[in-house]
Nanobody, 127 residues
């Protein structure tokens, strides 16, 4: 069992930056592939970024590529999302998610393949 707690959300002006963090419980964090998703009001949850258990592989949605960076610290059991050049369309509730150990990290953008979810942290970008 893994528990995830997100933090770092807030209100920021367009062009600004935020850094989201996700703290995980459990001794097996280093074996989990991790992802960030977001959900805006009235919209479906969408993939933002993902990182493999080792940190060697990262993946991004086209809408955030070049602006967001995902990273992890297995020693501290945390995964972070650095968000730069934020836009009003980035406004959403951001969720951290974890996938149980697997041979290959495929379909990383499919939310239903993630086993554990945090409660979310709100990011609001004003124009």
């Amino acid at each position: 069992q893994v528990q995830l707690v997100e933090s770092g959300g807030g209100l920021v002006q367009a062009g600004g930056s935020l850094r989201l963090s996700c703290a995980a419980s459990g001794r097996t964090f280093s074996t989990y592939n991790m992802g960030w998703f977001r959900q805006a009001p009235g919209k479906e949850r969408e993939f933002v970024a993902a990182i493999s258990w080792s940190g060697r592989s990262t993946f991004y949605a086209d809408s955030v590529k070049g602006r967001f960076t995902i990273s992890r610290d297995n020693a501290k059991a945390t995964v972070s999302l650095q968000m730069n050049n934020l836009k009003p369309e980035d406004t959403a509730l951001y969720y951290c998610a974890a996938r149980k150990p697997e041979t290959q990290f495929t379909y990383y953008n499919r939310s239903y393949l993630y086993d554990y979810w945090g409660q979310g942290t709100q990011v609001t970008v004003s124009s």
